[in-house]
């Protein structure tokens, strides 16, 4: 077939794009234009296909770490790079003064996977903002100012959710910091006093060591928060989205929650943030209320769509499920954790564990727990990956 003079555009473009990204990833990567505050490991990753990604020196990993919890569908998904390529293609951004079919068809259907409660979403572009938003949104509703969060709790590195960070590694950078969070030990349902307009919780808490609540917890937590007349905020930035097997944690652990907030791997790798808002609270917000430039932009709202047709129509949910079960039977030391969120506690270090395993071809994380190292892979991570990992694991400890 002759090519049209577009298609042969496009043809010609596309050949030039991938000479350029060859020139601009040549020779190692030169990092010191970057600020430092990185601990980077000795491994450029430069590819990635399924659940798997490649280093520059075309070795392929298993990947256990998925990103940080952000490959949800898997690497470079052929459909999802032509969603968000064909997009690029027709309108990449345009602001939130003009509406857009596919910025209401992406809240549409977040909105129609989340808990029948939560009517309306706003989009932002981190998880911190997400909770930055969920956090505005509650002391506005309420007209109360104090926030409880949990210790062990991490929640994004803005002054507003470092505020309700507990590590003092990363909040106390930001001193004096903004005050009005009372930390309570995770675990425990607090007492909630009528000046507390929320209470924000991970559900899990990955970073933390995979600290899991239980449902007792979450619903001894949602009862209190009823009694006080404050609202419940699920911090689940990383485990939304299928990951645990059900759509949202408030899904797993049967518990109604006032504000969801998400990111990660909303769209499949692109930067987006997520917070989704019950209905008594939406109808109250009225225009001005809050905003964002790059929220919501075209882009964005077909790699959120792509992302969630992927996970629906390969049925993803349903193998995070399998990918858990799998773990708790073939490695040998306790699992924390639930679906493709999981931490394995290790009777070595893992800073010690984990170079042995990337030379063994597996990719995996830390914590701030030192004996806990964590599995955040995408969804699509097929079973051979996790028997080999789990037979390095053992051979490796
Ligand atoms: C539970 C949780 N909340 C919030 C954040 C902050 O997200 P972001 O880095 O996108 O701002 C993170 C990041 O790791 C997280 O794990």
Not at 56 to 73: E, K, P, Q, T
Not at 223 to 251: H, M, N, S, Y
Not at 329 to 352: T, Y
Request: glycine content about 10%; proline content about 6%.
């Amino acid at each position: 077939m002759i090519p049209s003079s577009a298609e042969a555009v496009d043809e010609q473009f596309r050949f030039e794009a991938s000479h350029l990204l060859d020139e601009w990833s040549a020779g190692p990567a030169d990092e010191s234009a970057q600020l430092a505050v990185f601990d980077k490991l000795a491994v450029e990753i430069v590819a990635g296909s399924g659940a798997r990604v490649q280093d520059r020196s075309g070795r392929w990993y298993w990947d256990l770490y998925g990103g940080h919890a952000v490959s949800l569908i898997g690497h470079a998904h052929p459909l999802w790079a032509a969603i968000v390529g064909e997009q690029a293609r027709r309108l990449p951004f345009y602001s939130n003064l003009t509406p857009h079919p596919l910025r209401a068809a992406a809240c549409r259907a977040i909105v129609d996977l989340a808990p029948s409660n939560l009517t309306r979403v706003f989009l932002t572009n981190s998880g911190a903002e997400a909770n930055e938003t969920a956090l505005k949104l509650a002391r506005h509703h309420t007209g109360r100012t104090e926030v409880i969060a949990f210790e062990g709790g991490f929640h994004g590195r803005t002054a507003g959710a470092l505020a309700v960070t507990w590590n003092r590694k990363y909040r106390d950078y930001a001193a004096p910091g903004l005050g009005h969070t009372r930390f309570v030990p995770f675990g425990v349902v607090p007492e909630i006093g009528e000046d507390v307009a929320a209470v924000i919780i991970e559900p899990i808490q990955s970073l933390n060591g995979m600290t899991t609540a239980t449902a007792e917890f979450m619903h001894g937590l949602r009862e209190a928060c009823d009694k006080a007349g404050a609202l419940l905020i699920l911090d689940e930035v990383q485990t939304a989205w299928g990951r645990l097997g059900t759509p949202f944690a408030a899904d797993y652990y049967g518990v109604r929650a006032d504000l969801i907030t998400g990111a990660k791997s909303a769209a499949g790798g692109f930067p987006v943030g997520v917070t989704l808002v019950d209905d008594a609270i939406a109808t109250r917000v009225k225009p001005g209320d809050q905003g964002s430039t790059f929220g919501a932009g075209p882009l964005a709202c077909a790699a959120i769509l792509a992302t969630h047709h992927i996970v629906r129509s390969e049925g993803l949910m349903a193998n995070a499920r399998f990918v858990e079960q799998q773990v708790r039977e073939l490695v040998s030391w306790p699992v924390r954790g639930h679906g493709c969120l999981l931490g394995i506690v290790c009777p070595a270090p893992s800073r010690e564990i984990l170079p042995r395993l990337r030379a063994a071809g597996f990719m995996a994380g830390g914590s701030d727990d030192p004996h806990v190292l964590r599995l955040m892979p995408p969804l699509c991570l097929p079973p051979e990956a996790v028997t080999e990992f789990a037979a390095a694991l053992n051979a490796t400890i």
